[in-house]
């Protein structure tokens, strides 16, 4: 499996792109763009095995280690800032191993990135229920 943009986004620039986004709708209209460059899951992914609950809007999710590893990360959702805060995780917990993927501390990366702030509960309820099945996934 390849990385989920193609090429490797870091956590690294995102949260230079973030710093560099002036106000909420910066940030927003960074999500939009994060959300364009993330491809589509094919439809035989879309499937219930592969989604994410506790997302109010559908999402899906799917994982792979490599033999180096290291997981890589795909997800989907029908709604674009849902997929925007996920391209956001993706970069942070891509092409990292199960360690490494329990070690990052997510919330500090959000609060850098000031995005909880802006966004409903619910959004926020399903941003953390995507690590939290990024993280399920890398411990099996």
Same mark, same amino acid.
């Given at each position: 499996? &390849? /990385?989920? $943009?193609?090429?490797?986004?870091?956590?690294?620039?995102?949260?230079?792109?973030?710093?560099?986004? +002036? =106000?909420?709708?910066?940030?927003?209209? +960074?999500?939009?763009?994060?959300?364009? +460059?993330?491809?589509?899951?094919?439809?035989?992914?879309? #499937?219930?095995? !592969?989604?994410? /609950?506790?997302?109010?809007? +559908?999402?899906?999710?799917?994982?792979?280690?490599? *033999?180096? =590893?290291?997981?890589?990360? /795909?997800?989907?959702?029908?709604?674009?800032? #849902?997929?925007?805060?996920?391209?956001?995780?993706?970069?942070?917990?891509?092409?990292?191993?199960?360690?490494?993927? &329990?070690? $990052?501390?997510?919330?500090?990366?959000?609060?850098?990135? *000031?995005?909880?702030?802006?966004?409903?509960?619910?959004? =926020?309820?399903?941003?953390?229920?995507?690590?939290?099945?990024?993280?399920? !996934?890398?411990?099996?």
């Amino acid at each position: 499996m &390849t /990385h989920p $943009f193609g090429t490797e986004i870091t956590d690294t620039e995102i949260r230079d792109q973030f710093a560099a986004a +002036q =106000g909420w709708e910066a940030r927003y209209k +960074q999500l939009i763009l994060l959300a364009k +460059q993330l491809p589509p899951l094919a439809d035989e992914h879309r #499937v219930d095995a !592969n989604a994410i /609950h506790g997302c109010e809007s +559908q999402a899906w999710l799917i994982g792979e280690c490599g *033999q180096d =590893g290291r997981w890589q990360f /795909h997800c989907d959702s029908d709604a674009r800032i #849902v997929k925007g805060l996920m391209a956001v995780v993706l970069a942070a917990l891509s092409n990292k191993t199960a360690a490494d993927i &329990t070690a $990052f501390n997510i919330d500090a990366y959000f609060e850098e990135l *000031q995005l909880l702030n802006h966004l409903s509960p619910s959004r =926020g309820n399903g941003l953390r229920a995507v690590v939290s099945a990024i993280k399920a !996934n890398a411990k099996t």
